[in-house]
Every structure is written in C-alpha cells, then in structure tokens.
C-alpha cells in the first residue's frame, strides 16, 4: 500500500508560480510512475504530465509544456510539480498518482491514461486569480 498526499495548492496571481509536492508514505517510488491530473468543477479530469522515477524520463500534456516541469527527490520518496507563468485556465484540483510499470509509453504517449493508476491522493486546489 502506498499513501500519496499532494500539497503546496494555494490562490495565486496569474503569471505567478507555484510548486506542488505529492509525497509518498511507506515505502519509496523506485519502481514507479507518478502522473500528475487536474480536473475544473464540471470538467473531465484531465493528464498533465508523467514522471518515471526508475529512468527519470518525463512527458507533458500540450496543454502545458513549456509552463510545468515534473521533478523527484533523492530519496524517491516525493514528486514535485513546478508551475510557471499561470493562466486562469490552470485552475483545478491537482492529484497525483502512482502505477508499478516500467513502461512510461503506455500511460503517457498522446495523452495521460485516467485508468489503471494504484494509488491516487487527496488533491490539492490551485486557483488562479486577479
């Protein structure tokens, strides 16, 4: 069993920055991929971004390439998820969640899957207003 627990969401300007953590309890992520999703009230949840944490490879939504940046520590034990230069569009409630596979191509290619993850946290807010 591994507990995620997202953290770091908060009301922010637009343009502004924000870090997110999704750490991890029990057992470190070695083996593991972390995806990042978000979902606005009345909206589909939605992929944003994949972390293999074995490999350290990473891939991001269209949506958001350029703007967020995925990154672990060096225990393995917490994933971050760096925003820059936020939109009103990027509020939502950000989760993250874990899936044992080496195969980063089968969750994240295209688009982020919604199915198939272990473990899911809590969600953190993030919204973002003048």
């Known amino acids: 069993q591994v507990q995620l627990v997202e953290s770091g969401g908060g009301l922010v300007q637009p343009g502004g920055s924000l870090r997110l953590s999704c750490a991890a309890s029990?057992?470190?992520?070695?083996?593991?991929?972390i995806g990042w999703f978000r979902q606005a009230p009345g909206k589909e949840r939605e992929g944003v971004s994949c972390?293999?944490?074995?490999?350290?490879?990473?891939y991001y939504a269209d949506s958001v390439a350029g703007r967020f940046t995925t990154s672990r520590d060096n225990a393995n034990t917490t994933v971050y998820l760096q925003i820059h230069s936020l939109k009103p569009e990027d509020t939502a409630i950000y989760y993250c969640?874990?899936?044992?596979?080496?195969?980063?191509?089968?969750?994240?290619?295209?688009?982020?899957?919604?199915?198939?993850?272990?473990?899911w946290g809590q969600g953190t807010q993030v919204t973002v207003s003048s």
């Open positions: 969640a874990a899936v044992a596979t080496p195969h980063i191509y089968y969750y994240c290619s295209g688009y982020v899957i919604s199915q198939g993850w272990q473990y």
């Open positions: 029990g057992r470190s992520l070695d083996y593991y991929v």
């Open positions: 972390l293999s944490l074995r490999e350290g490879s990473t």
